[in-house]
């Protein structure tokens, strides 16, 4: 292909700049090239929490998916968020346990949620111990996803408060040396959640 015609090829195309969802006070992502509106849509974008919000964690990788194009911007929606792995591999200590757990849960404004929760322990726990710690986990994570909206449950996980609860009731059971959630995964919104209800009643009554 000629230089020309790459020159024209790129002249053809249009910058968006991509947007954090509200959640995240519409923060900017970057930019995203495409000749056509339509291929923007459901693009993904990653970014460190740090790098959109005043003394967030850098540790925490946000991902996005792009629903919504205008003339020259792209809104998106929250995908996941994820402790780095350099940072997951830091936690792990020899001799020590580390308690995980997955809890999917329903907010109250109807988003189902997918939380993994992980407890690292002093010393190593028996499996007494890791039992209570996960069943503690379980009850602390669907007790915040019930008593939350989509957006509150968000900010508690990447804001540490979710994981500072688990810790403080957890660390009774066993000397804990840190709390993370790993990984929190939107995993259906609401017309979605509604949809699938819809769909299991009629099957039901059939």
Same mark, same amino acid.
């Given at each position: 292909m000629s230089e020309r015609s790459v020159s024209k090829q790129d002249q053809e195309k249009r910058w968006y700049t991509v947007l954090a969802p509200e959640e995240f006070d519409?923060? +900017?992502? /970057? %930019?995203t090239l495409a000749e056509e509106p339509d291929q923007v849509y *459901?693009?993904? @974008?990653?970014? &460190?929490?740090? *790098? @959109?919000r005043d003394g967030g964690d850098n540790n925490i990788k946000l991902t996005f998916q792009i629903d919504d194009v205008g003339s020259d911007s792209a809104s998106t929606q929250f995908v996941q968020a994820e402790l780095t792995r350099d940072y997951q591999r830091s936690l792990v200590r020899r001799g020590s346990s580390k308690v995980a757990v997955t809890v999917t849960v329903l907010t109250t404004d109807d988003y189902r949620v997918r939380i993994q929760p992980v &407890?690292?322990?002093t010393k190593q726990a028996d499996q007494s111990q890791q039992h209570?710690?996960?069943r503690t986990m379980i009850d602390l994570v669907? %007790? &915040? /996803? +019930?008593e939350r909206?989509? %957006?509150a449950l968000l900010n508690? @996980? @990447? %804001? /540490?408060?979710l994981s500072s609860a688990i810790y403080d009731e957890a660390n009774t059971i066993y000397p804990l040396r840190r709390v993370e959630i790993e990984k929190a995964t939107l995993e259906a919104h609401p017309e979605e959640v509604h949809e699938e209800e819809e769909t299991a009643v009629d099957f039901s009554g059939e």
């Open positions: 519409r923060a +900017e992502l /970057g %930019e *459901d693009r993904t @974008i990653q970014a &460190a929490l740090s *790098d @959109i &407890a690292y322990t209570a710690i996960r669907e %007790e &915040a /996803g +019930e909206t989509f %957006e508690s @996980i @990447i %804001e /540490g408060r």
